[in-house]
Each structure stands twice: as structure tokens, then as C-alpha cells.
């Protein structure tokens, strides 16, 4: 399957820095996608590109990538970055589009 | 203000079928491309569909096996799903989202609110 994998969940306290990966085959080869997701909200995108960030989101956000995971880093984590975060990419031959599972981020 | 909204979601029997559509402001919808995505309840997101600028390329995800039907009217700014054959399953909310391209679907900057599906007896 080409759906990347992310963790179901992550928690941290406010101020700290979270990592929220996302692993697959196809990624590396195809550019990923997150989004951020609160609840009964259309999703947001928040990186695009891997890495780069849309006008608008705060800097906080950022996104690398290393081999076949790519992570969404969140630094001084805040109560409002509370919410689903999910990873988006395309298959292999980048005919389709795929999700991860997503993540829901708790801030302690 | 770039903006698409969603319409025709219901209640549906099993078996039944459903037009939803998208309706698109603020920006000149033939030149880009555009996805459904869905989100049943307490789930994730799944890719739909997808259809080129032009609407003479379309992509489903497999699972869907030929059900739905995604087509756009481009002299109405107009975004379409025909679900036919529906199931339990299928119950979710469905959003509706823009590409930044006409071809190149894969990243999709603006979405709407979402229209909700519920198919049951």
C-alpha cells in the first residue's frame, strides 16, 4: 500500500517542540503535503512541497524531509496548534492522491 | 476571496444515488484542477476523486470500483459527484478542495466547508 504511516498521536506541553513523522515508500519521490484539522473544520494546509510553508501559517511550522519520512515540526508549541494533523502525498507514479492516517496532537 | 462551497449532501438509502455539487468564486475555476476528499465520522481523510482544469481528465481511487463520477461545468464554476450504488460506507462528509494547477491535482490550497452524506435505511 501506498498510504504513509503516521503515529496516532503525540502529546506535549505548551512552549515544547512536537515531531509529528509520516513514512512511505513514495515519499522522497513525490512532494507531501500537511494539513492541519480541527474539529468540525475543513482541513488547512500548513506545509506544501515538503518543506515549504503558505502565506499565513506562522512560523512555527516547518517540514523536512529525510530518505522516506518526512516530519512536520511544530516549535513553542501552543493551545491552538491542538487539532489533526495529516499527512498528504501521491502514489508512486503520482496518479493518486494518499493520506496518512493522521495524528491528533494533544498540548498538555 | 478564493472560495468553493459544497451542496447536496442528504440522506440517501442504501442502493440509492446523489448528485453533489461545488460551487466556485473568486477565482477562474477552468484553470485548475479540483478534488472531492471525504471524511467519515471519527475517521481520516480519503482522496475521492480529482479532474484536470480542462475536466478532460479524471481520477478515482480504486475502492470507489466505478461508483462515482466526478465531472465540473466550467461556464457555471461548477463542480459535480454523482454517487450511485451507495453504501453504508460511503456515509461521510465530503469536501470539496482546489488545486494550485490545472493538471497537477495533488496540491490543494483552498477547501470548503464540507457537505454531510448519511446513507441508511
Known amino acids: 500500500s501506498d498510504e504513509p504511516t503516521q503515529p496516532p498521536s503525540v502529546s506535549v506541553s505548551p512552549g515544547q517542540t512536537a515531531r509529528i513523522t509520516c513514512s512511505g515508500d513514495?515519499?522522497?519521490?513525490?512532494?507531501s503535503y500537511w494539513y492541519q484539522q480541527k474539529p468540525g473544520q475543513a482541513p488547512v494546509v500548513i506545509i506544501y512541497?515538503?518543506?515549504e510553508r503558505p502565506s499565513g501559517i506562522p512560523e512555527r511550522f516547518s517540514g523536512s524531509i529525510s530518505g522516506t519520512t518526512v516530519t512536520l515540526t511544530i516549535s513553542g508549541v501552543q493551545a491552538e496548534d491542538e487539532a489533526d494533523y495529516y499527512c498528504?502525498?501521491?502514489?508512486?507514479?503520482?496518479?493518486?492522491?494518499?493520506f496518512g492516517g493522521g495524528t491528533k496532537l494533544t498540548v498538555l | 476571496e478564493m472560495q468553493v462551497l459544497e451542496s447536496g449532501g442528504g440522506l440517501v438509502q442504501p442502493g440509492g444515488s446523489l448528485r453533489l455539487s461545488c460551487a466556485a468564486s473568486?477565482?477562474?475555476?477552468?484553470?485548475?484542477?479540483m478534488s472531492w476528499v471525504r471524511q467519515a465520522p471519527g475517521k481520516g481523510l480519503e482522496w475521492v476523486s480529482s479532474?484536470?482544469?480542462?475536466?478532460?481528465?479524471?481520477y478515482h481511487a480504486d475502492s470507489l470500483k466505478g461508483r462515482f463520477t466526478m465531472s465540473r461545468d466550467n461556464s457555471k464554476n461548477t463542480l459535480f459527484l454523482q454517487m450511485n450504488t451507495m453504501r453504508a460506507e460511503d456515509t461521510a462528509v465530503y469536501y470539496c478542495?482546489?488545486?494550485?494547477?490545472?493538471?497537477?491535482?495533488?496540491?490543494?490550497?483552498?477547501w470548503g466547508k464540507g457537505t454531510t452524506v448519511t446513507v441508511s435505511s
Open positions: 478542495a482546489k488545486a494550485v494547477a490545472g493538471t497537477n491535482f495533488f496540491y490543494m490550497d483552498v
Open positions: 473568486g477565482f477562474t475555476f477552468r484553470k485548475y484542477a
Open positions: 479532474i484536470s482544469g480542462s475536466g478532460a481528465s479524471t
Open positions: 513514495a515519499l522522497g519521490k513525490q512532494y
Open positions: 512541497k515538503d518543506t
Open positions: 498528504q502525498s501521491a502514489d508512486s507514479d503520482g496518479t493518486y492522491i494518499v
